[in-house]
């Protein structure tokens, strides 16, 4: 079985400083997918990045890094500059690597990011 | 144009009612789920289907009762409602051709049950 583990329940980050939000995970799977999501106050779910775990160089999606180890096990989220709307819940998941998978979802890392 | 779209967005309701929510992908996506976020913002899957075949059945009441009429389309019909099922559904749908593009998820319907 799969589990992802969140030990971060809340932070409150300067603006402009980075961030580090993490993630760890179990899987007896070889391969894997690892995301993180954005879940602002607003509600919504949006998907920010993802990691294979075959994928030899770590995620990046503009300000958004993914610090891939695989022999720890960790998939952590970095953000760089943080700006005051980066203030939200952050989920980490992971999901097997075939076509109808299914997400495990961590417990959530509420931000906030102080002016 | 909305990828993922569920309606309604909040359903304020009496125990013992009946209600859906409605969910529609444009996306072209072969798989669809239904999530619920409790109170504490844990995510758990529902249900999921993969061109209108059910593949994942999680331990939820039978009370839930999902369909899916077309590989677009994933309602919720909720019979008998009570006050634990308060909480925010998420519709969401991802592709057929594996991990790496998550899923896309609808904006949400806030259960309300009192």
């Known amino acids: 079985a799969q589990k992802i583990t969140q030990t971060q329940p809340g932070m409150f980050v300067q603006e402009k400083e980075a961030v580090t939000l993490d993630c760890t995970y179990d899987?007896?799977?070889?391969?894997?997918?690892l995301f993180w999501y954005k879940q602002p106050s607003s509600g919504e779910m949006i998907f920010l990045i993802y990691q294979g775990s075959y994928d030899q160089q770590n995620a990046t999606e503009g300000r958004y890094s993914l610090n891939f180890q695989k022999a720890r096990k960790s998939a952590n989220l970095v953000i760089s500059a943080s700006q005051l709307g980066d203030s939200a819940m952050y989920f980490c998941?992971?999901?097997?690597?075939?076509?109808?998978?299914?997400?495990?979802w961590g417990a959530g890392t509420k931000l906030i990011i102080k002016p | 144009d909305t990828a993922v779209s569920q309606t309604p967005k909040y359903l304020v309701t009496q125990m013992g009612n009946d209600k859906s929510i409605k969910c529609e992908q444009n996306l072209g996506h072969d798989t669809m789920y239904w999530y619920k976020q409790d109170s504490k913002k844990f995510l758990k899957i529902m249900f999921s289907y993969n061109n209108k075949e059910l593949i994942i059945n999680e331990t939820v009441p039978n009370r839930f009762s999902p369909k899916s009429p077309d590989k677009a389309h994933l309602n919720l019909h909720i019979n008998s409602l009570e006050l634990g099922d308060s909480a925010v559904y998420f519709c969401a749908s991802s592709p057929p051709w594996g991990l790496g593009y998550g899923y896309t998820f609808g904006s949400g319907t806030r259960l309300t049950v009192v």
């Open positions: 998941a992971i999901g097997k690597r075939d076509s109808n998978y299914q997400l495990i």
């Open positions: 899987t007896s799977d070889p391969s894997y997918g």
